[in-house]
């Protein structure tokens, strides 16, 4: 927000700096800068009526981002070490699928809150009321959000504890007795994590609304702590049990929603939980969260589905699974989620600052992001997949077929990367307007599309090649256990789940265009020269190197490290200098 007043440069240099890259100031306290009759300034944190607030440059936006990237480098990085504990204590055994498929509910309902349907109705409908109403009314809407989020929760939560055989029985109906078991003592371990890390997601949409990006994003680090805790520490205390896995998770939830709740007292908008289902804010936030509940997180069903598949398949599916897709997540965590959490108040307060052309500008900037960043990061999980499986993971109990097995659902799955970092802008595009229909349509499509993919792509391996008539064969034509005889057959499951997220952005893309509150700004085409041009540079490098050193298994884990250092390394300067040459510069970015 720029002022003018008697020190024009100095305002508009600190009310730059404060209201888009400060993290830790208290907008309670009012600006001491002058202003002219007419031109906003600011009086508290939740604005009052009348005010018109500016638009956020494009440079807040890429420093925004970088803020948050950086943060959840951090919580990627320790949640690979926590990965790696893993693999070396527990491997990818019945017990560890047991542990991931009960992991998968509560961890579906964070990705729900935070980064799906709960924060695109709620951050939207705040920033109309940070814009548009005093700081007594905002804090009320947080109260009454926060005590109706809290009172559903906690009813789910007792149903799931109640309900927890049955569901795993639902769930997994292919686990053996002890496994079906060991899965229903998690679910009642694990699922409370849901109601704590829901209440965090909500005092994380109050700071990215305030900008203040860094603490949200660095809070999932307290989960891979407690989970290598618990791996470590709690674990040999327990005989080696899986059950403390669960106790971690439990832990994580209540730290995370902790370490929030001084930054938002520092606001002045530390809840205080009220019923408020009669509330207006409250009412239109639930309207909206309805059909984002399913339109906003395709991703999460598809792969709860896939999980539910993957429970028939050879033993190590649901394992193989999950460690790929935890590489997926440093380009979606660091990059599509940090594009995402910053890029959807801004375009929430343009469209509520009735702004068309710097909401058009806000995507183009995100759309540029996702181009530079998914394509290279797509070919480098591709052709780069089994260094980085044995690298990380093959140790222990995570033997030479584990790591390629996980390769090949990296692999299969990494095509679609651009897809889901796209999402990740398209999506708020339309919630941040809130329109909450218009993506249903694309959701429903991308569920039965995974589906059909599903069947058709595992019908083919049964019908359509050797082994799959050989093993239907020997099961006397049952599917069930003719799909789990077939090693490799979860890599079709990851496969579908890429198909699906094309066709989920794809058709975001076209509705949005539709919609027509997206212009193409100037020079899309040379950036598709450049990035075509460096992608190449990259996969010529990588392969390169690939050829040199085909083989993976027998070395140390210094060995492994050091050239997989080389191969990151050397895709990544090919890739960036290219770009350099051809004339592209950080600078690009900001506008």
Same mark, same amino acid.
């Given at each position: 927000?720029?002022?003018?007043?008697?020190?024009?440069?100095?305002?508009?240099?600190?009310?730059?700096?404060?209201?888009?890259?400060?993290?830790?100031?208290?907008?309670? @306290?009012?600006?001491?800068?002058?202003?002219?009759?007419?031109?906003?300034?600011?009086?508290?944190?939740?604005?009052?009526?009348?005010?018109?607030?500016?638009?956020?440059?494009?440079?807040?936006?890429?420093?925004?981002?970088?803020?948050?990237?950086?943060?959840?480098?951090?919580?990627?990085?320790?949640?690979?070490?926590?990965?790696? /504990?893993?693999?070396?204590?527990?491997?990818?055994?019945?017990?560890?699928?047991?542990?991931?498929?009960?992991?998968?509910?509560?961890?579906?309902?964070?990705?729900?809150?935070?980064?799906?349907?709960?924060?695109?109705?709620? #951050?939207?409908?705040?920033?109309?009321?940070?814009?548009?109403?005093?700081?007594?009314?905002?804090?009320?809407? #947080?109260? +009454?959000?926060?005590?109706?989020?809290?009172?559903?929760?906690?009813?789910?939560?007792?149903?799931?504890?109640?309900?927890?055989?049955?569901?795993?029985?639902?769930?997994?109906?292919?686990?053996?007795?002890? @496994?079906?078991?060991?899965?229903?003592?998690?679910?009642?371990?694990?699922?409370?994590?849901?109601?704590?890390?829901?209440?965090?997601?909500?005092?994380?949409?109050?700071?990215?609304?305030?900008?203040? %990006?860094?603490?949200?994003?660095?809070?999932?680090?307290?989960?891979?702590?407690?989970?290598?805790?618990?791996?470590?520490?709690?674990?040999?205390?327990?005989?080696?049990?899986? *059950?403390?896995?669960?106790?971690?998770?439990?832990?994580?939830?209540?730290?995370?929603?902790?370490?929030?709740?001084?930054?938002?007292?520092?606001?002045?908008?530390?809840?205080?939980?009220?019923?408020?289902?009669?509330?207006?804010?409250?009412?239109?936030?639930?309207?909206?969260?309805?059909?984002?509940?399913?339109?906003?997180?395709?991703? @999460? %069903?598809?792969?709860?589905?896939?999980?539910? /598949?993957? =429970?028939?398949?050879?033993?190590?599916?649901?394992?193989?699974?999950?460690?790929?897709?935890?590489?997926?997540?440093?380009?979606?965590?660091?990059?599509?989620?940090?594009?995402?959490?910053?890029?959807?108040?801004?375009?929430?307060?343009?469209?509520?600052?009735?702004?068309?052309?710097?909401?058009?500008?806000?995507?183009?900037?995100?759309?540029?992001?996702?181009?530079?960043?998914?394509?290279?990061?797509?070919?480098?999980?591709?052709?780069?997949?089994?260094?980085?499986?044995?690298?990380?993971?093959?140790?222990?109990?995570?033997?030479?077929?584990?790591?390629?097995?996980?390769?090949?659902?990296?692999?299969?799955?990494?095509?679609? /990367?651009?897809?889901?970092?796209?999402?990740?802008?398209?999506?708020?595009?339309?919630?941040?307007?809130?329109?909450? +229909?218009?993506?249903?349509?694309?959701?429903?499509?991308?569920?039965?599309?995974?589906?059909?993919?599903?069947?058709?792509?595992?019908?083919?391996?049964?019908?359509?090649?050797?082994?799959?008539?050989?093993?239907?064969?020997?099961?006397?034509?049952?599917?069930?256990?003719?799909? =789990?005889?077939?090693?490799?057959?979860?890599?079709?499951?990851?496969?579908?789940?890429?198909?699906?997220?094309?066709?989920?952005?794809? @058709?975001?893309?076209?509705?949005?265009?539709?919609?027509?509150?997206?212009?193409?700004?100037?020079?899309?085409?040379?950036?598709?020269?450049?990035?075509?041009?460096?992608?190449?540079?990259?996969?010529?490098?990588?392969?390169?190197?690939?050829?040199?050193?085909?083989?993976?298994?027998?070395?140390?884990?210094?060995?492994?490290?050091?050239?997989?250092?080389? *191969?990151?390394?050397?895709?990544?300067?090919?890739?960036?200098?290219? *770009?350099?040459?051809?004339?592209?510069?950080?600078?690009?970015? +900001?506008?």
């Amino acid at each position: 927000m720029e002022f003018y007043g008697t020190q024009p440069g100095r305002c508009r240099a600190r009310a730059t700096e404060e209201g888009n890259y400060g993290v830790f100031r208290d907008l309670r @306290q009012p600006s001491r800068c002058p202003a002219e009759p007419g031109v906003s300034r600011p009086s508290d944190g939740a604005g009052r009526a009348g005010e018109a607030r500016p638009p956020a440059r494009q440079s807040g936006l890429l420093r925004s981002t970088a803020v948050f990237s950086a943060m959840t480098l951090l919580s990627r990085v320790s949640g690979l070490v926590r990965d790696q /504990v893993y693999a070396h204590v527990f491997g990818a055994g019945a017990a560890m699928d047991a542990f991931f498929v009960a992991f998968r509910l509560p961890n579906f309902m964070r990705r729900l809150s935070a980064e799906g349907s709960f924060s695109m109705a709620f #951050v939207p409908v705040l920033a109309e009321y940070r814009q548009t109403r005093d700081h007594a009314e905002v804090k009320e809407l #947080v109260d +009454r959000v926060a005590g109706t989020l809290a009172a559903a929760l906690l009813v789910v939560t007792a149903a799931v504890l109640l309900l927890a055989p049955w569901i795993a029985r639902l769930v997994a109906p292919e686990f053996a007795p002890e @496994q079906q078991r060991l899965l229903a003592d998690l679910l009642r371990i694990t699922f409370p994590y849901a109601l704590f890390i829901s209440l965090a997601s909500l005092a994380g949409g109050i700071l990215n609304t305030w900008r203040r %990006f860094a603490i949200p994003a660095l809070s999932p680090v307290l989960l891979n702590l407690s989970m290598i805790a618990a791996a470590l520490g709690l674990a040999p205390l327990m005989g080696g049990s899986v *059950l403390a896995l669960g106790w971690g998770v439990l832990a994580a939830g209540m730290l995370q929603l902790a370490f929030q709740l001084p930054w938002l007292a520092r606001l002045g908008l530390l809840p205080r939980p009220r019923w408020g289902a009669a509330h207006a804010g409250v009412r239109r936030i639930m309207t909206l969260m309805v059909p984002t509940l399913f339109g906003s997180s395709v991703v @999460q %069903f598809n792969l709860l589905f896939n999980t539910w /598949v993957a =429970a028939f398949l050879a033993g190590g599916s649901v394992s193989w699974l999950y460690y790929s897709d935890r590489l997926l997540e440093f380009p979606l965590g660091m990059f599509g989620v940090a594009i995402g959490t910053v890029i959807l108040p801004h375009l929430s307060s343009r469209h509520a600052a009735t702004d068309p052309e710097g909401f058009s500008r806000g995507l183009d900037w995100g759309f540029r992001l996702c181009v530079l960043i998914g394509v290279p990061a797509a070919l480098g999980l591709v052709v780069c997949a089994q260094p980085l499986i044995a690298t990380l993971f093959q140790y222990g109990r995570f033997d030479a077929l584990d790591a390629r097995m996980s390769a090949w659902s990296l692999m299969a799955q990494s095509i679609a /990367v651009p897809a889901f970092l796209l999402v990740k802008v398209l999506a708020p595009a339309f919630y941040s307007r809130q329109d909450t +229909r218009t993506p249903v349509r694309a959701a429903v499509a991308a569920v039965l599309v995974n589906a059909a993919c599903t069947a058709v792509l595992l019908g083919l391996l049964l019908y359509a090649t050797d082994a799959g008539r050989a093993a239907l064969d020997a099961a006397g034509g049952r599917i069930g256990q003719a799909l =789990a005889s077939l090693q490799g057959a979860h890599a079709l499951l990851a496969l579908a789940i890429a198909i699906a997220g094309w066709t989920n952005a794809l @058709q975001l893309a076209w509705l949005l265009r539709r919609a027509g509150v997206y212009r193409r700004s100037p020079g899309w085409g040379r950036l598709l020269v450049q990035v075509a041009v460096g992608a190449a540079g990259l996969l010529a490098v990588v392969l390169w190197l690939r050829g040199l050193w085909p083989d993976w298994d027998h070395w140390a884990w210094w060995e492994r490290g050091w050239r997989l250092m080389a *191969l990151v390394g050397g895709g990544a300067v090919a890739y960036a200098g290219l *770009l350099l040459l051809l004339g592209l510069r950080p600078r690009h970015l +900001r506008a």
